[in-house]
């Protein structure tokens, strides 16, 4: 999990940051990034923050969504093995 989170930070935050970066300007010429920004300002925000907005959202809402999908495909699969009734005394699996 920890490792998951890692990547996930390194890869919508750090990365974004750095391909957009303009170290030059910034004074820290040793560093081989020439971007369009050297510091966080009103076209940063307006031109990189819509992409940190659009993956932090998809972050956040995705597991709702895959616990839907799966929930709903548990259910489906639940009313296919009672042969297609709503009761729950019939099913096609053998029990003990």
């Given at each position: 999990m920890t490792s998951?989170?890692?990547?996930?930070f390194f890869n919508t935050a750090i990365l974004l940051i750095l391909?957009?970066?303009?170290t030059e300007a910034?004074?820290?010429g040793f560093l081989p990034f020439k971007?369009?920004?050297a510091d966080l300002t009103?076209?940063?925000y307006n031109d990189i923050?819509?992409?940190f907005i659009i993956t932090i959202?998809?972050?956040s809402i995705f597991p709702v969504i895959e616990f839907c999908i799966a929930f709903g495909m548990k259910l489906a699969f639940k009313f296919l093995d009672r042969g297609c009734k709503c009761s729950g005394d019939t099913t096609k699996k053998n029990t003990i």
């Open positions: 998951i989170f890692i990547v996930q391909t957009n970066a303009n910034a004074g820290l971007g369009m920004y009103f076209e940063w923050g819509s992409s959202f998809t972050a």
